[in-house]
């Protein structure tokens, strides 16, 4: 399994981002898909998550309200459409993947990750 994220970049507070995540390797559209982000000295933290129909998803309370998680199983994609963006939400942004078509699981695969920079 090979995921790619792209989208990251520098923003300024209560601006926009959307990230992309190019998946490959098997089936894209049995499995659920997330976003993590790690910022310097914590922990990684799950964002988002979708699973494999999308017709179900998860919210972190930090995100939620301000970011959308979505896919096309045509494109092999998964999205994270960020708004309002805060200073706080600088960090390397993940997209995972794990076994399982549902929420709740465990994710084993895991993109490079793209840095989101969002200056006051």
């Known amino acids: 399994v090979q995921l790619q994220a792209s989208g990251g970049g520098l923003v300024q507070a209560g601006g926009s981002l959307r990230l992309s995540c190019a998946a490959s390797?098997?089936?894209?559209?049995?499995?659920?898909m997330a976003w993590f982000r790690q910022a310097p000295g914590k922990e990684r933290e799950l964002l988002a998550a979708i699973n494999y129909a999308g017709s179900s998803t998860y919210y972190a309370d930090s995100v939620k309200g301000r970011f959308t998680i979505s896919r096309n199983n045509g494109k092999n994609m998964v999205y994270l459409q960020m708004n309002s963006l805060k200073p706080e939400d600088t960090a390397v942004y993940f997209c995972a993947t794990g076994n399982q078509g549902g929420l709740g699981y465990r994710y084993d695969y895991w993109g490079q990750g793209t840095q989101v920079t969002v200056s006051s």
């Open positions: 390797g098997r089936t894209f559209s049995r499995y659920a």
